[in-house]
């Protein structure tokens, strides 16, 4: 903290690959929910924001020697991650959703008994599509299993992983799993696809900070209260997601 | 070229029996397909009426005029003189590959709109990247490959070693071991430095390789002329062997360059915004990553052709001595 | 033969792997010499006078050139090289180079002169070996006649102490011969010590000072020219001597 | 080797004026260092007493003890004969990488129970999917030399037109374009399939240039003699340029595959289950990607350990006919 | 001269870029005769032979070898070229097989001879240049005379109608000269044809059925060797000539 206030400005980390979370806008800027929530956390704190974007590997690895304090990144805090970070605030739950090409047959999610779905690999959607999905944060909505596929592929990102669902209903995917709002982004981009049935799974997603500075993690958390409280955090998930994620339903 | 014989082949495309044969593959492979849905299928309404009726007459039919059209343009071009076959061969093909990335519908002008940011911002990230580290590969490249046809036992296994490791190990790992690693003996690099850094080193691996394999090609008779007339060993090295091996060296060198070209995105990793994570970025929001790679695509080609173009300038500055 | 040593072999033997390729050499060139060594083809010639210029360690005896002695841990063995000069039996002319660089290049590079003055020492011996006009060719463009004169000038433009020729006159034709013989007398008048390896006995005879004739890597017999021609001692030597005389 | 003169330097490392600098340069920049903290300040807390207090002290000590023992062990190596030299400097060196990554605090019970499945998935894969695309890259790069070192108009046309695309586009274009490309032309491919097709393409235009290269170094001579003996084109590439060219091909080829091994980790954003994607997915979970990384890299290194020592093998038999 | 002609060059010229190197040579060669070539260093002689089995393009004339004409868009060169044996002035043996490998492998793999039996061939070839203990060196194992007998033993493997010797005694001591003469006669005496571009007068005097003397890219003169040494008509053979007798 003293570094920052020294400074005058925060490092933010994030992945500008995430769209609509963060991901870099027509004027060539990051722009999305998480920067925003940044940003608005910045200005709580009183100090300019500043973001870099390395690779998660490089993020979730931790020691990061100053190059920058703080990742809002949509981080599950998973106990894991707990040993290494700090989780100072919950600041929304993404709905996790399952998306078919709109010429299938399928109407609900039991439809897609052993068909062979897709999900970006480690994520936490491939892993509920495997039934192996532990949320163990903090204030994790409870869920079920509603998906008994016969293959998961794994894929690098969600976007390959609709670029096979497009090539055709069943011609290398049934389905693929992945965040409510990337589904409707990829429904806005004309991807001939479609979500089916309700969001499976809710996940929290929380501010992350290192270990060993408990009035940085103090003032973070009494900021995203605030915001939560003055509905800062609502309107900016409104601005982005056209729905309110900050709280879960 | 090869020492070319003094003998001329005929020309090949212009023989009944090859041309026939030609004819007949191509005909054979597109009668394979079903195009009659294609454009190409639209264009030829008025021979076989409408298209996705035509059946198995249209097929033939459409087959028939493509194998007829390659035929014909091959026999043509036979004619020309070499220049302008090669020019004309790549055009076509240049075609080809538009036609071939046309059937994804790609959107112009989203295209239009980011590709000054991607050159401005992009290309010269990674030219300056690649380029720096580049010339810090070349260097270690040298006293590497002294060093690991040397018959002192420190060098040789310290190069043997560095080329075994920084070879062995993917970039990426280097990458993150310098960012990641280095900091936690003391020092903190950036993210520009240490993506030089962790390039240099490991293409400096590649290239001793290569410029090992060229120093060896040289006749030993070399080296006995060049020592017989008292020149050092820097000397001869300088003056008689890597000048003679250079013709040898310069195309796998020119390949780690292109390579290099595609390798610097590998910093992006760590934070940089070089030319293919812009791509992957500013296409993600509005899911039009496949525009964006492709961009980013025809721009290292662009940059690797101008590398080829510099390449082939050399070579040829090197082969004069060959030519008789 | 008052003149002093400039190369001194002393039971000099050699090895490649297990074939005793030189076996125990004793030999002797004095300032100013000129020494003509022949003797049937792999009996050893080359290998002697690579020896000479340590292109090719020794494993036994003592070589002394110019009063230094060759062994494994000299240090001036530059020094060495650089007063013998050495024509090589395949020429070994540096290909990327033009005819006119690979003469200037050791005056250049290893004396320091001036290019200026480099470039005129070797017009002046390339017009001595006839080829001026193939000074801006490369070696590949030239016959194997024109390559081996621009061999001898390249090693001629360093000026050395001393000379080692592996068959010189291999290429050349009977004109060529004849001036290459012109410009070796002409530079054993400056002075200049020689040592030549040749089949060809004519050249031998109009050269030599001494003849060596070597057999299977030993010195067989030595001698002067007139009375090794005229009558020689040894059984070999007449049978060598016996095949030219035929033709 | 280099054709080593007959005069052999003085051993280096035994003259005093190099050990003395070597002291000095090893004293200094340890000296900048301040390694109070770390374990090996523990170690010499006899001398220094607590070594958080040593201060300047305990700095100039450590650096004294450090240097002292560094200049003992090159001094110690050198009196070794070649081959132990080697043997021991890569012992060290490979012990200084340990205690690096050791810096890393990596759980090993981790590494070993995930390497039995990273062995029998991962390494599987990589080594079939690159086994099979390097067999066809080097026939592509066979028939692509000749082709552009031809004078046909056509062969150049194409061969060259193949070496620019496939070395100018990003191998991960590649993938896609064969992965989601193809399937618009009515061919769907698997993921395996797709990925040793980019591979083997992208491959293929860089060896293209290697052997090119490489066939380019022989002497006309060789053509000359071969021809004036009646052996027709294919007898003499086969034959005697192939064979000669091998020397200067190996090398930079052995750099191909190399990279080959870790370059096919790209055919996992089209969801194959290699060696790469597997070290990241196997520790993302537990959030222990970096000993997953570190594994995958030391089993990467232990391949292209393999492929090093088959490749100096092949260049010892090339090099026999070299030899005096 | 009754015998047939089986190389017939006909007023052919060739230029090496602006460079004229042979001008309007005409010249028959019959079946079994012993042609010498001979003339001073850079006239043409090395590229006049190499226009007979095509490895150099002439502009101009014709060639006919063995009844088939030289020209750009023939088809059956490889023919000719396994009828016409060439000892090159450089060796050209293949660096990458041992000696008795390059001796089998014309035999071999152009006429389909079987392992054992070209081994047979080369080893009686080997023998008859003397060098059957070096079969399995590689080339650069051996001394220059070696090499040089190799290259000629090679291309006596192939048991070609006609050779073309391209300096075939260069670096060979008087022993191996004669040796190689006399198997020069003993082809001949089989009734091979051979064309023989030599410098050693001794040589071509023994071996010629007719000599043959070029100058600048011209065939200046040519005869019978008696009349050719004995009563030289022109003046640039008298003064070539001339230079020989002085050693
Ligand atoms: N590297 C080597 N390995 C084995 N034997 C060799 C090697 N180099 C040369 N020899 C042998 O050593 C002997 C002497 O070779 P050297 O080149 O000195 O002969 P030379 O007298 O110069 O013969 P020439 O007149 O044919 O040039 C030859 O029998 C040759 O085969
Ligand atoms: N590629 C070339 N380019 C230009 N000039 C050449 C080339 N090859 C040969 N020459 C020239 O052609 C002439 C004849 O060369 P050639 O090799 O036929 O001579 P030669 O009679 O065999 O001489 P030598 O007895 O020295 O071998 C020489 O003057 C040579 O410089
Ligand atoms: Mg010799
Ligand atoms: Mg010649």
Redesign the pocket.
Known sequence: LDRVLAAGTLKVATDANWAPQSFVNSNNELDGFDVDVAKEIGKRIGVKVEFVTPGWDIITAGNWVGRWDMHVGSMTPTKKRAEIFDFPAVYYYTPAAVAVHKDSKATSLSDLDGKVVGATTTSTFEAYAKKDLTLDAAGAPPFEYKLNPKEVHSYESSTTAFDDLRIGDGVRLDAVVSSQPSIVDAVKAGYPIKQIGEPVFYEPLAVAIEHGDPEFSAKIADAVKAMKADGTLGTLSKKWYGVDYSIVR | MLYPDTVEAEILVHKPWFVATMFGAVFAIFLAFNLTSTSFGELMRPVIGEPSQSGLYGRFAIAFVIALLFVLNVVLIGFASLRVQIAIVWFELLLLFLAFFATFHLSLPFIWEKLPFLISQGVVTTLYVSAISIVIASLIAILGAVAKLSTNGFAYAIASFYTSFFRGLPLLMQVYLIYLGLPQLGFVVGAVPAGILALSLCYGAYMTEIFRSGIQSIDRGQWEASRSMGFGFSLTMRRIILPQALPVIIPPTGNQFISMLKDSSLVSVIGVWELMFLARTLGQKTFQHMEMLISASAIYWMLSICLELIQSRIERHYARSKVR | MSAEAIIEAKAVSKW??Q?H??KDINLTVHKGERIVIC??????????I?CFNRLEAHQEGDITVNGIELHPKMKNVADVRSNVGMVF?HFNLFPHMTVLMNCMAGPMWVKGVSAAEARKTALRFLERVRIPEQANKFPVQLSGGQQQRVAIARSLCMQPAVMLF??PTSALDPEMVSEVLDTMTGLARDGMTMVC?T?EMGFARAVADRMIF?DA?QIVEEGKPDSFFGNPQHARTKLFLSQILKH
Do not use: I, N
């Not at chain 3, 003797?39 to 002697?48: I, R």
């Open positions: 490649y792997g074939f390729a030189l003797g049937p083809s792999g009996s050893g010639k080359s290998t002697l690579r039996q592996d068959e390896v089949h070597m890597g």
